[in-house]
């Protein structure tokens, strides 16, 4: 990741902390605790949305690290009945 990337400083500390506080559950498997905050749409493809809230979702690290730079399907949040499957 590139220091320019947007995901260094202030402004993206309390980006972080709000999604967690507002997500605080995976907003993928809506199991476990969200611990890192998932770009929905990639990052690498969309670098222009690195701030948009509405680009961002909680999410435990085994989901993130396995979504990798794909886009999340649907990009919503999934009923708590329906875990997301990758």
Do not use: F
Not at 13 to 31: K, N, S
Not at 65 to 83: C, F, Y
């Amino acid at each position: 990741m590139a220091a320019s990337d947007g995901r260094k400083g202030r402004p993206w500390r309390r980006l972080r902390e709000q999604v967690l506080r507002e997500e605080p559950t995976c907003r993928y498997c809506q199991r476990r605790p969200s611990t890192v905050v998932d770009h929905i749409r990639p990052l690498s493809k969309y670098p222009q949305l690195a701030h948009e809230r509405s680009n961002l979702a909680g999410a435990c690290r085994p989901c993130n690290t396995s979504k990798h730079d794909r886009p999340a399907p649907g990009r919503r949040a999934r009923p708590a009945s329906s875990p997301l499957r990758w």
